[in-house]
């Protein structure tokens, strides 16, 4: 099926690994167009570098999400790149696990401001798009509580109150806003990765928690990501997308 994404914009945070260099990985194969950033330079170039060779149209930069000025500044120069936005994906966490207030402090810069600043600074280009929206990464842990309570599992739960108030807010617009609850996702230098390394008894517990006998692979996620940003998706809008292989046992009504 054609999702009707070639010659689209995008802009993905985080775009360099995991869920969300598959997410970029995606969008460009549908032939979007696609600025993605994340921190550390050299990884955004390796990225550019191993994208552009394939023919994709991307452009990357090294941003400190938290950092709400320079946030603005990339959102701005990306769109002026493509000369207009039609799709936005906030995908960056600063993964700040754990109850410290430090931990409270990072997860609402990061998870939560990131995605309010990258949504305003990206507006007045959605706003002229006739294909826009806006896909939130969220996760399973603000659905329920788990190990990764407090801080993390906060901003996350309210990151699905904000993509549902926004697709009330915007829809007179046109602008569709939805949510995404990843499961627990392995890859290769990712947290769960980690985890297996560091803290085997979480790993085993972890695993063993979901049905399916395995962790996601970071293009099912972005499967469902890039459907939801798709035109093909243009009545589905304040929707939180669950893609976690069972794991969670809530009833979402």
């Not at 600074?121 to 990764?148: H, K, N, Y």
């Not at 996350?156 to 993509?163: E, G």
């Not at 806003?177 to 890859?187: A, H, L, Q, R, Y």
Request: charged share 15%; glycine share 12%; aromatic share 6%.
């Amino acid at each position: 099926m054609d999702l009707q994404l070639a010659g689209l914009r995008a802009l993905v945070t985080g775009g360099t690994k995991g869920i969300g260099r598959a997410i970029v990985d995606g969008l460009v194969a549908e032939g979007a167009s696609v600025a993605f950033c994340a921190r550390t330079e050299s990884d955004v170039d390796t990225a550019v570098e191993e994208l552009t060779a394939k023919g994709a149209t991307v452009v990357g930069g090294a941003v400190d999400v938290g950092d709400g000025p320079s946030l603005a500044a990339w959102v701005q120069d990306a769109a002026t790149s493509f000369g207009g936005l039609d799709i936005v994906v906030t995908n960056v966490s600063a993964l700040a696990i754990g109850p410290t207030e430090e931990n409270w402090r990072s997860s609402f810069e990061v998870d939560m401001m990131h995605t309010v600043r990258a949504v305003e600074a990206a507006m007045p280009f959605l706003e002229q798009s006739r294909s826009a929206s806006v896909t939130v990464v969220s996760s399973v842990s603000g659905r329920e509580v788990d190990f990764a309570h407090a801080a993390y599992g906060s901003m996350k739960a309210a990151l699905v109150h904000y993509a549902q108030a926004q697709a009330f807010e915007l829809a007179g617009k046109g602008i569709r806003v939805n949510s995404v609850c990843p499961g627990n996702t392995f890859f290769e230098g990712g947290v769960w990765s980690n985890i297996q390394q560091g803290d085997p008894d979480l790993y085993g517990k972890a695993l063993a928690l979901n049905p399916t006998g395995r962790m996601a692979r970071p293009e099912e996620i972005a499967y469902g990501v890039i459907m939801l940003a798709s035109p093909r998706a243009s009545f589905i809008s304040g929707t939180n997308l669950v893609i976690d292989g069972a794991l969670t046992r809530g009833v979402q009504l």
